[in-house]
Every structure is written in structure tokens, then in C-alpha cells.
């Protein structure tokens, strides 16, 4: 920015910074999760000991034009557009209170796949960190999540819960972070070949919600089941908690918690967390020139770019909760203030509604005039409970 202002006065030229980028022995995983950790210890101390903190992991697209030459470029499946697109997944760990998110680490995924690789793939000495950061890449994403979870706890980062999306909620996949001494909040499939043991019996999911009483009237949830999953000696008990689907009225959603002790209400409301960090990817990507800024082939060079955008992110995070928040300004601020609150049963409803509504406009591009419509007839059909959750989350947005 300061080369094309013409206020330029730095004594190294642009290439030194790109040597910078594409240097190969440079642990950009580790700096993310250490400076996200030092944020982290200076929020975590404003709120309530009792406040649940979780971990968030998704993946979003890191889309490029072309990937000839970028190395380990690849053709990547966009779940949004269900086709294939040329770049990478940005697999992200992030940290969230239920106020402030954090950008935690990130791997950038490419494909395993040799068909679906587009670009070279460089060989290192295995032993280095160049060959290990690419051996990650090349790795499933089940796998890389571990990994990334992993890497925060090794740094010190903590949190209650780990928040996924039901491409990474297998039951081994809740094993192994259940291994990592965190218990898992996901969205679950409802797959026929994925089974749960359910008073004695591996049912499926289906199977389970068919053969169970449902709760009726203005119960927030339909069903709540005790289970098992795992195989073997590695069996762990979790909760399974079914909610109607509103988009479909007689269609239903499913989570599953690994601590069973949790009630049904905090399940669903601790499970709203997880929206902010697509959030997070739109404001990488539409503000912090996330996609478009780095045009760099070196997979060092694109790591590295990704590692300083969620430093800007980290920045902006931190300078928000120190302005919006008067316990950073001092201990009398600290004692005689509130401290924010933390996300709500309603405010956890809103955030799935809206992910309905984005749905239906991308899938059937109605007018505004259907949507009002659509919008006026599905709240007037809502239990009263919940039209009074709704009328209160907009009149405090």
C-alpha cells in the first residue's frame, strides 16, 4: 500500500518481502495459535468463570484462477455450489466465547487425489517443515482437524467444547477429539450406513428417531436419546437431540453432544457458536483481501499470506472487544460493569432461521414479494414462545 500511495520509505525492496513469504522453514501454524492464544488470555479474563468457550472448526474455498503452476493447486468440491472449483479448502480452527471470535490456525488443504491435482508438487527432505506442512495438506480432513486441535492445545489454548458441521461428526471422528480430552457439539447425517448403539442395538439415525416417542406441544426439541458410539473397547456416551427442521415441517435436524450430562437447551444454544466463524470467512474474504491479494505459487508463500490476514483479523477482534467493553478499560470498569452477554436460546434460533432463509433465495431466487409472504405465514404457524424469541432478537439487533 505504501509502494502504490508513493510514501514508500522503507530501506528493503518488495522482493525481500517475498523471500519473506516463501520462506520454507517459517512455522506460520504455530505463530497463529500463539498469538491467537495471547488475545484469548486477555479476553478470557473479562467474562464469567462459568461462560462456555468452544473451538469451531469449518472449511470454506480458497478459490484460484488458475492453478498450473501454483504448486499443489487442485481441483476442491464447493459443498455451497456443489461443483468443483480450482484452489484449495481452508481448513480454520477458531476460538469464540460467544462474543469475540478468534482465528486460531488453518491448514490449506489440497487434493489427494492425483487426478484432481493440478499443479506441481515440490519434494523436500521429509524430515523438514516444508515437507510436513505438505504431507499435512495432502492428508484427510478428519485428520488435518485433529491435527489442528493438537497444535492449539499444545500452545495452551483451551475451550469446553469443539463445534463442527456434519461433514466432520462420525462417530470416529467424536472418538478421537473425546481423545484429545474435549468433548464435541456437531450436526449429525442421516446417514443409513453410520449407526449408534441405542438400548442394546446398533440402530442408524433414522432407525433411532422412527422407534422413539416424541415430545409434542411447545417443547423446544422433539426427541432427546442417551447412546453410544465408538467400536469396541473405545465406546464413549453421548446425547442425540432432535429439533424440527422449519424449513421443512416435517422434516427434522439432529446434534449430538459426547457430554450427556449437558441438557437439550444448551446443546442447541451452545451449537449457535459455531455460525460465527462463517462470519469470519466472509470478512476474510470480502475485507481482508483473504482470496484476492497474495498471486504468489509457493504453497510457503500462500501459508504465509493466510497466517497474516489472520493477524489483521486478530488485531481487529482484539481493538472491537477493547472498544465496545468497558472492563478493558480498568478494574473499577471491570467491577462496576456488565460483561457481554453471551449468545441466547433465541439468538441461536435467529441464526438457523437466517441460514434457512439464505438457503431457499439461493436455491429458488424468489421475489421479495414471495419471500414476505413466505416469511408471514411461516412465523404466524410458530409456537408463541418462539415468535416472542424472534421479536425480541430484532428488537435488540
Known amino acids: ?38 488475545v484469548a488470555d486477555a479476553i478470557e479474563p473479562l467474562t464469567n468463570e462459568d461462560r462456555v468457550n468452544a473451538f469451531v472448526v469449518d472449511d470454506s474455498l480458497f478459490e484460484r484462477t488458475s492453478c498450473k503452476k501454483t504448486e499443489l493447486g487442485s481441483r476442491v468440491f464447493n459443498h455451497t455450489t456443489m461443483r468443483y472449483r480450482k484452489g484449495f479448502r481452508l481448513m480454520t480452527l477458531g476460538w469464540t466465547d460467544g462474543n469475540t471470535f478468534l482465528p486460531v490456525n488453518s491448514c490449506l488443504l489440497a487434493s489427494s487425489r492425483e487426478r484432481n491435482l493440478i499443479g506441481p508438487k515440490l519434494q523436500f527432505d521429509g524430515r523438514s517443515l516444508a515437507s510436513k506442512r505438505r504431507m499435512l495438506a495432502q492428508s484427510k480432513g478428519t485428520d488435518v482437524m485433529i491435527e489442528l486441535l493438537k497444535n492449539a492445545q499444545s500452545v495452551g489454548h483451551h475451550a469446553d467444547y469443539v463445534l463442527f458441521d456434519t461433514w466432520f461428526s462420525s462417530p470416529a471422528q467424536l472418538v478421537a477429539v473425546k481423545e484429545l480430552g474435549l468433548d464435541s457439539i456437531a450436526m449429525i447425517k442421516k446417514s443409513s450406513r453410520i449407526f449408534y448403539e441405542y438400548e442394546g442395538e446398533m440402530l442408524s439415525l433414522n432407525k433411532i428417531y422412527g422407534i422413539s416417542k416424541k415430545r409434542r406441544g411447545r417443547s423446544k426439541y422433539l426427541l432427546s436419546v442417551n447412546v453410544m458410539i465408538g467400536k469396541n473397547d473405545q465406546k464413549i456416551p453421548a446425547r442425540i437431540v432432535c429439533v424440527r427442521n422449519k424449513k421443512k415441517k416435517k422434516d427434522w435436524i439432529a446434534f449430538i453432544c459426547t457430554n450427556p450430562d449437558l441438557s437439550e437447551e444448551e446443546i442447541i444454544r ?111 404457524r410458530l409456537p408463541e414462545y418462539l415468535r416472542n424469541s424472534l421479536v425480541k432478537c430484532a428488537m435488540a439487533a
Open 270 to 380: 451452545i451449537y449457535g457458536k459455531r455460525w460465527q466463524i462463517e462470519v469470519f470467512f466472509k470478512t476474510c474474504k470480502s475485507y481482508l483481501n483473504l482470496v484476492g491479494e497474495c498471486h504468489s505459487l509457493s504453497y510457503d508463500a500462500l501459508t504465509a499470506h493466510v497466517a497474516i490476514v489472520f493477524t489483521r483479523y486478530l488485531m481487529m477482534a482484539y481493538e472491537q472487544r477493547s472498544n465496545e467493553y468497558n472492563r478493558t478499560l480498568g478494574e473499577i470498569f471491570f467491577f462496576l460493569s456488565d460483561e457481554l452477554a453471551d449468545i441466547t436460546f433465541g439468538e441461536s434460533f435467529q441464526i438457523i432461521l437466517n441460514a434457512m432463509l439464505d438457503s431457499i433465495y439461493a436455491v429458488f431466487r424468489p421475489t421479495e414479494e414471495q419471500m414476505d409472504v413466505f416469511i408471514e405465514i411461516f412465523v404466524g
Open 1 to 38: 500500500m505504501q509502494q502504490r500511495t508513493g510514501s514508500y520509505r522503507e530501506s528493503f525492496s518488495k522482493n525481500t518481502f517475498y523471500r519473506f513469504l516463501n520462506n520454507a522453514k517459517a512455522n506460520w501454524m504455530r505463530f497463529t495459535s500463539l498469538l491467537s492464544k495471547k
